[in-house]
């Protein structure tokens, strides 16, 4: 009777979770015949596909097919390292309008691809003949459960970063919840995600099956979910917009600023004495300069600019070493790094490529003849 009783909740969760990968494929194909051109869309279709890989790899664990299928053992890696980069660039998307994800932004995902290569060697270097240790959860050794373990420690930095997202654009706000349904869904998936790494986390170090079957429902839970909310509210993305619009709005830190005024302010400090040239020179202490807090300056910054404070100042000071690269041929890099406000070469390396699309010795070699 107890045998039959696990078997029962075994074949509920495999249900359970085989259903929760067609609704990942289905909402994923959905997505990209409604908008193929999205950048929502796509980037749905990353996160329903995260998603898959937990499921796939749990059905095959549960048929204890993993040792004849030894390359499914590297799909639970692969999603630990890519859900928290696709997770948050999808929170961005549903915060920012028309937000756009840069060439520069892949850089997010080089993690997944080190560990991911990293695993098949580890997986495939043991000798076939041998009966290999399956780890509940992922792993055949402790090698790769600590790459597993160091993907979720990767997921919840992003995760941290995606609430404090959703903290500044006030959707996470006690009084923003209350009133929009569609705050109230957010809040519902942070806690379902939280829960599942948790769940994880604790199947890792415990070596317990029930913890992983604990983490797959609620990833499947999340799936369902999700495409309840997408069946019932085709527009929720939008909605969700207009949400955080409205919320920043009502609690803009620029009422009663004349903007016309603060631009030619800031314009001056900039153009004519060239502060960024300090490097030292900071969010508050600008604001100070500018007769206004450093919330003021930061929302002016982010509304009228459209750029963060460090990405305003590093346009001028590479804008500067431009033309110091081009009127001094013979000066050090590393001179005029220093002369423009960046504390280090590889900052104003990194600075330079962000905004010229090449390097420095590249852009003087280039444009002296």
């Given at each position: 009777?107890?045998?039959?009783?696990?078997?029962?909740?075994?074949?509920?969760?495999?249900?359970?979770?085989?259903?929760?990968?067609?609704?990942?494929?289905?909402?994923?194909?959905?997505?990209?015949?409604?908008?193929?051109?999205?950048?929502?869309?796509?980037?749905?279709?990353?996160?329903?596909f995260?998603?898959?890989?937990?499921?796939?790899?749990?059905?095959?664990?549960?048929?204890?097919?993993?040792?004849?299928?030894?390359?499914?053992?590297?799909?639970?890696?692969?999603?630990?390292?890519?859900?928290?980069?696709?997770?948050?660039?999808?929170?961005?998307?549903?915060?920012?309008?028309?937000?756009?994800?840069?060439?520069?932004?892949l850089?997010?995902?080089?993690?997944?691809?080190?560990?991911?290569?990293?695993?098949?060697?580890?997986?495939?270097?043991?000798?076939?003949?041998?009966?290999?240790l399956?780890?509940?959860?992922?792993?055949?050794?402790?090698?790769?459960?600590?790459?597993?373990?160091?993907?979720?420690?990767?997921?919840i930095?992003?995760?941290?970063?995606?609430?404090?997202?959703?903290?500044?654009?006030?959707?996470?706000?006690?009084?923003?919840i209350?009133?929009?349904?569609?705050?109230?869904v957010?809040?519902?998936?942070?806690?379902?995600?939280?829960?599942?790494?948790?769940s994880?986390?604790?199947?890792?170090?415990s070596?317990?099956?029930?913890?992983?079957?604990?983490?797959?429902?609620?990833?499947?839970?999340?799936?369902?979910?999700?495409?309840?909310?997408?069946?019932?509210?085709?527009?929720?993305?939008k909605?969700?917009?207009?949400?955080?619009?409205?919320?920043?709005?009502?609690?803009?830190?620029?009422?009663?600023?004349?903007?016309?005024?603060?631009?030619?302010?800031?314009?001056?400090?900039?153009?004519?004495?060239?502060?960024?040239?300090?490097?030292?020179?900071?969010?508050?202490?600008?604001?100070?300069?500018?007769?206004?807090?450093?919330?003021?300056l930061?929302?002016?910054?982010?509304?009228?600019?459209?750029?963060?404070?460090?990405?305003?100042?590093?346009?001028?000071?590479?804008?500067?070493?431009?033309?110091?690269?081009?009127?001094?041929?013979?000066?050090?890099?590393?001179?005029?790094?220093?002369?423009?406000?960046?504390?280090?070469?590889?900052?104003?390396?990194?600075?330079?490529?962000?905004?010229?699309?090449?390097?420095?010795?590249?852009?003087?070699?280039?444009?002296?003849?």
């Amino acid at each position: 009777m107890e045998i039959q009783t696990v078997d029962i909740k075994l074949f509920l969760i495999l249900i359970i979770t085989f259903h929760g990968f067609l609704l990942s494929v289905l909402i994923s194909i959905g997505q990209l015949i409604a908008d193929v051109k999205s950048i929502k869309s796509w980037l749905l279709l990353g996160l329903f596909f995260v998603f898959s890989l937990y499921q796939i790899h749990y059905i095959f664990f549960v048929m204890d097919l993993l040792n004849d299928y030894k390359i499914v053992n590297i799909f639970p890696i692969m999603a630990h390292y890519l859900l928290g980069p696709v997770m948050f660039f999808v929170t961005k998307q549903s915060l920012i309008k028309n937000y756009k994800i840069r060439i520069a932004s892949l850089i997010h995902f080089i993690p997944a691809i080190i560990a991911t290569t990293l695993s098949i060697i580890l997986i495939f270097s043991f000798d076939n003949r041998i009966p290999l240790l399956l780890y509940h959860g992922y792993f055949y050794n402790q090698s790769i459960m600590l790459i597993g373990l160091s993907g979720w420690w990767l997921f919840i930095f992003y995760l941290v970063l995606s609430v404090k997202d959703l903290f500044d654009y006030y959707i996470l706000s006690k009084q923003t919840i209350l009133k929009n349904p569609s705050a109230f869904v957010v809040l519902i998936i942070v806690v379902f995600f939280i829960l599942a790494c948790v769940s994880d986390i604790v199947a890792h170090i415990s070596n317990h099956i029930i913890f992983m079957e604990i983490s797959i429902l609620i990833i499947s839970l999340i799936i369902i979910f999700l495409f309840l909310i997408n069946f019932k509210y085709p527009g929720y993305y939008k909605t969700l917009h207009e949400v955080v619009e409205s919320e920043r709005k009502k609690r803009s830190y620029l009422k009663g600023i004349n903007f016309k005024e603060l631009s030619e302010k800031l314009n001056e400090l900039m153009d004519k004495k060239e502060v960024f040239i300090d490097e030292n020179i900071s969010l508050p202490r600008l604001a100070e300069q500018l007769g206004i807090s450093s919330h003021q300056l930061s929302q002016f910054l982010n509304e009228k600019k459209g750029d963060s404070f460090s990405s305003y100042i590093n346009k001028y000071r590479i804008k500067k070493a431009k033309k110091m690269l081009l009127m001094n041929p013979d000066k050090k890099i590393l001179a005029i790094a220093f002369d423009t406000g960046f504390k280090s070469k590889s900052t104003f390396n990194a600075a330079f490529v962000k905004f010229a699309l090449m390097s420095p010795s590249e852009f003087r070699k280039k444009n002296i003849k």
